[in-house]
């Protein structure tokens, strides 16, 4: 009964967002450019998993 990758993914911008707050360096930022730039597989598997699941 874990959580489903919404929620994971829910709490993974919730952490990144306070850790943005807190230190001055934009991490939501980098990793944006890592993904647009290098296009990883599990990001594209990632929004797959989120999309496929119906609720």
Not at 48 to 54: A, T, V
Request: some cysteine.
């Amino acid at each position: 009964m874990g959580l489903n990758t919404k929620s994971k993914c829910l709490i993974a911008l919730i952490f990144l967002g306070i850790v943005d707050t807190v230190i001055p360096v934009p991490i939501l930022v980098v990793i944006l450019l890592y993904v647009l730039s290098q296009r990883p597989p599990w990001f594209k598997d990632l929004v797959q998993e989120i999309y496929d699941k119906s609720d």
